[in-house]
């Protein structure tokens, strides 16, 4: 028969204080694993959603620059980063953000993924697409347009012994275009001659 010491020591309130405890633990250990837990990707995106509708869209872009470099394949991330920037106004970057996320969701896909909240986004994602697309192609033929105009002004710049002011239009037009191709190369070449030849 147990001791009285023995009975006292594992007594039935003791054994479901500890079972209680035990199980807390487990819960602790469950919730902390689980990618559904507080500090899961899809809970930092609603957060930088909640910052965006408060008015915080820069620093909810913050938030998902830094988590689109530790979860480049999740497709949330970079969807509302497409959203964020596009609030902003940011068109270009809102279109490779878009694309980013037709990408990783196709990876997902790919790897069977399930989520419904994630799956749903395709849609969202083609409709910003067709968007975006119209946008850059407006963008294609302004720059176009743009240049076109810009390139006969320059020449005429460097006709006309203005070298230097030719400089300062050529850059505008490369920040515009984004990089010089081979034409604005030799022009720009063209135009430090002619500088040279002024000393």
């Known amino acids: 028969m147990p001791s009285a010491r023995f009975r006292k020591l594992f007594s039935r309130k ?10 807390l633990v487990g819960l ?8 559904l837990s507080a500090d899961s990707v899809g809970d930092k995106v609603d957060d930088a959603r909640i910052k965006a509708r408060a ?21 949330r991330v970079h969807y509302y980063r ?6 902003l ?11 980013a996320a037709a ?3 196709k990876k997902y896909k790919a790897k069977g993924g399930k989520d419904k909240d994630i799956l749903a986004l395709e849609e969202a994602i083609q409709t910003d697409s067709e968007d975006l697309l119209k946008y850059r192609s407006q963008a294609r033929e302004i720059l ?5 105009k810009a390139l006969p002004l320059i020449r005429k710049l460097i006709k006309e012994g203005k070298p230097r002011e030719a400089s300062y239009a050529l850059d505008e037009l490369s920040a515009a275009m984004g ?7 030799e022009l720009r070449k063209e135009i430090e001659t002619a500088i040279r030849k002024e000393k």
């Open 55 to 75: 008015g915080n869209v820069n620093e909810a872009l913050d938030d998902l620059d830094v988590l689109a470099e530790e979860h480049p394949d999740d497709p």
């Open 14 to 23: 003791r054994l479901l204080s500890l079972g209680a405890i035990l199980v």
């Open 144 to 148: 176009a347009d743009y240049r076109n």
């Open 82 to 87: 497409s959203k964020f920037l596009r609030d």
């Open 89 to 99: 106004e940011r068109r270009n970057d809102a279109a490779d953000a878009l694309e």
């Open 179 to 185: 990089e010089e191709d081979a034409e604005l190369q």
């Open 103 to 105: 990408d990783a969701l």
């Open 28 to 35: 602790v250990v469950l919730v902390s694993s689980n990618p």
